[in-house]
């Protein structure tokens, strides 16, 4: 793109441009849509964007800046929000500097030499995912003090057609659920104060228009990477202009610069596609695979799990867990992890934690019998740890009970039993470090499930100061120095599930456990809410037990498999209460996960459009030679047919061999009649050819499947 002499900065990625002026005070966005050519100017976007002066309003209206402040006299949402002794409510910095680190990755400094403040943008953009990463920092250069109450990563426009919100809600074993609304004049607002990145909050936010869905239309898509308290802005003013903001919730006086100190906001990671929700979707998994998996756990096909978890909990018997070891590998699995229970006075969720020694009651010769027993039916041993938490029934509290956070003489508010340990106190992440260093030392562990199970509540620190965002630092600190001490240990991140998911902590961990529920039917819409900003091979998806420990809902082991083939499948049940089918069923689904883990890891998704009784999805290797489709009837059909299915992402003028690979066909058999209803039209459709624009323009006639049963297709392009 030509900018003449004037100061506009371009980025631009595969499909877009953002384009920032920097001719003003200040540097705003003012455009970022489809790529541009070279013929299209900076100053043909500030004569296109000229906005008359309105009634009984500024003369000069207020330039929506990527950090606007009140000190320029607008009234919107602040991009940053300071005090001090003086002045500094009212900073208003101005540009001083442009850099160019390199082709798509600027920084502009902008500094109030009254106040001696400095603020920092950081812009890099993905060129091939069109990913932009975004951060803003704060300098005190000041002789006073300033306390920092709010930075956002940015501030984004919105245009005017894109004003319909998907954001994401949820609970436990309810995480990533879609809510959409129609913006209206006013601010949608969501504020985490829960410690983590939450359940019921997670810091995700689509902007698109009303037409949008998953196959074509406009869409932006916003992520803050941070694991700790965040809060979401999204205004139309009263002007009619609109933006969304993003940042870091800070709790009052958490962040005081001295002078010569800053503070630097979370990154934000931003996106613009015009062909629908699914492509938004694929440009962040890309990013992710590019730039936040490591290049050793790519290379490795993600193993099957066995978790122990719902299959015996806190009963550590040597014996069972040899037993369920052979069991899974004899199915199929490849990693065993242990989960909670291993450590000393771990007979249930009271007691133990922060005592990070093997229980030898349960364990009188250590880990080792166990562990080699694992590694001699080939699989890998994973570990569960939760060492941010400290049961008030522990040796380690009675004998540091100050190395909690707490706000005295505030009673503590009981939350599972346990407390939260203050990493941000040397002893206190030393002490973690030495244990677990130790423990990955000794044996041979190749992966933790790393979890955290309550939320911070009372987070003061030794000085009583709020310590979110240094126990986040302290987290992610933690998290690097046992990679570096141990570079080829796994480590998940769960937190009651998927209370911890966001690209901050995964530039440290390579796994996510999407839920604690393993209903099928309720990971379905958990699962497709975590896909908007995560790829398949991140998403921890198991194979649960027949009647969900959570729900208590009874579901075939048909659709329970179903369900994990499109995320890194695992297995947690106690599978000594497989019955003949189910075990042959289960073994079925592992094999077809082994043959297709590569396409499911690598291929790019397509969330389908279809009536609520349905449910599908479809993973399309890059040169559409090959894809994999689901295809779940979660409630009957209200018509005497199902609608018909629309395939998606394929090459038009390819001719695919299509063949049912699920349910599993008992010789040339199908299923009897708990899964289809009267005569289905299966036989004549496997097997057969179609080519790529029917199988998407003219879609397949579903057979009269009963509810809580799944087809998976696969499709191989013959021409």
């Known amino acids: ?254 962040i005081i610069l001295q002078k010569g100190q800053s503070y630097q906001s979370p990154t934000l990671y931003a996106s613009y596609s015009n062909q629908g929700l699914s492509s938004l979707s694929q440009q962040y998994h890309q990013y992710v695979r590019s730039h936040l998996i490591r290049q050793t756990v790519k290379n490795k096909p993600r193993p099957v799990h066995y978790n122990t978890w719902e299959g015996i909990y806190f009963d550590h018997d040597q014996e069972t867990l040899k037993d369920l070891a052979t069991r899974a590998a004899s199915i199929g699995a490849e990693r065993f992890v242990l989960d909670d229970g291993w450590f000393i006075g771990r007979n249930d969720d009271t007691a133990g934690l922060g005592d990070w020694y093997v229980d030898q009651q349960y364990y009188p010769h250590g880990l080792g019998p166990l562990i080699e027993h694992v590694k001699a039916a080939g699989l890998e041993f994973g570990l569960w740890f939760e060492p941010e938490m400290i049961n008030p029934n522990s040796d380690l509290f009675r004998a540091h009970p100050e190395w909690v956070l707490s706000t005295p003489p505030n009673p503590q508010l009981g939350f599972r039993n346990q407390l939260v340990l203050d990493l941000s106190r040397t002893q206190v992440f030393d002490y973690l470090f030495e244990r677990i260093n130790s423990l990955l030392t000794e044996y041979d562990i190749s992966y933790i499930k790393w979890d955290m199970n309550r939320d911070i509540n009372h987070p003061g620190d030794a000085s009583g100061k709020p310590a979110i965002h240094n126990q986040t630092r302290a987290f992610y600190r933690l998290l690097a120095k046992l990679k570096s001490a ?51 091979e991140l998403m921890g998806t198991h194979v649960g037990p027949r009647d969900c420990h959570i729900t208590h809902r009874t579901i075939n082991m048909a659709m329970r498999a179903s369900v994990v083939l499109f995320g890194h499948m695992g297995m947690e049940m106690d599978l000594r209460e497989l019955t003949a089918d189910e075990i042959v069923e289960l073994k079925a689904m592992i094999t077809l996960y082994k043959k297709h883990r590569h396409l499911v890891h690598s291929g790019d998704l397509f969330r389908l459009e279809l009536p609520e ?69 299966l036989p004549e459709i496997d097997g057969k050819q179609f080519s790529g624009e029917l199988l998407m323009q003219l879609g397949m006639q579903i057979p009269l499947l009963t509810p809580q049963n799944s087809l998976i297709f696969h499709l191989a392009r013959i021409n």
Not at 618 to 638: H, N, R, T, W, Y
């Open 486 to 536: 141990h570079p080829n240990v796994e480590i998940e991140s769960c937190a009651s599930g998927g209370g911890r998911a966001d690209y901050g902590v995964l530039a440290h961990t390579d796994r996510i456990w999407t839920s604690d529920s393993n209903d099928a039917l309720e990971r379905l819409k958990i699962q497709k809410g975590f896909s908007y900003f995560f790829p398949a």
């Open 1 to 254: 793109m030509s900018n003449s002499s004037h100061n506009y900065i371009s980025l631009s990625g595969r499909n877009s441009s953002l384009v920032i002026d920097c001719n003003n005070e200040t540097p705003q966005i003012i455009y970022w849509r489809e790529r541009l050519s070279k013929q299209s100017t900076g100053q043909m976007m500030d004569l296109l964007r000229l906005r008359q002066e309105a009634p009984a309003s500024p003369m000069q209206e207020i330039a929506l800046a990527i950090t606007p402040t009140t000190g320029q006299g607008y009234i919107g949402h602040p991009g940053i929000s300071l005090h001090g002794d003086t002045d500094q409510w009212s900073a208003a910095p101005e540009i001083s500097k442009l850099e160019t680190v390199a082709a798509n990755h600027y920084v502009i400094t902008n500094t109030d030499s009254s106040r001696q403040l400095t603020t920092i943008h950081t812009l890099k953009m993905d060129s091939d995912s069109d990913v932009l990463e975004i951060t803003t920092k704060l300098i005190n250069n000041s002789e006073s003090a300033v306390h920092v109450d709010w930075c956002a990563a940015a501030t984004f426009p919105i245009p005017s057609n894109c004003q319909h919100i998907i954001g994401f809600e949820g609970h436990w074993s309810g995480e990533f659920q879609e809510h959409q609304l129609e913006q209206h004049f006013g601010s949608y607002v969501r504020e985490n104060r829960r410690g983590r990145t939450s359940h019921d909050s997670f810091p995700g936010l689509i902007m698109r228009t009303k037409n949008t869905d998953q196959l074509q239309g406009e869409a932006y898509g916003f992520h803050l990477g941070w694991s700790g308290n965040h809060k979401i802005v999204a205004e139309k003013m009263g002007d009619g202009r609109a933006y969304v903001q993003m940042g870091e919730l800070l709790l009052p006086g958490e």
């Open 613 to 681: 009784y349905m449910h599908g999805l479809g993973i399309v290797s890059q040169d559409k030679s090959e894809a994999l489709f689901s295809c779940s009837l979660v409630a009957c059909s209200p018509a005497s047919l199902p609608d018909q299915f629309f395939f998606a992402g394929l090459d038009k003028k390819a001719l695919y061999e299509l063949q049912i690979i699920w349910p599993t066909k008992s010789g040339e058999h199908w299923p009897k009649a708990s899964v289809f209803n009267f005569k289905t039209n």
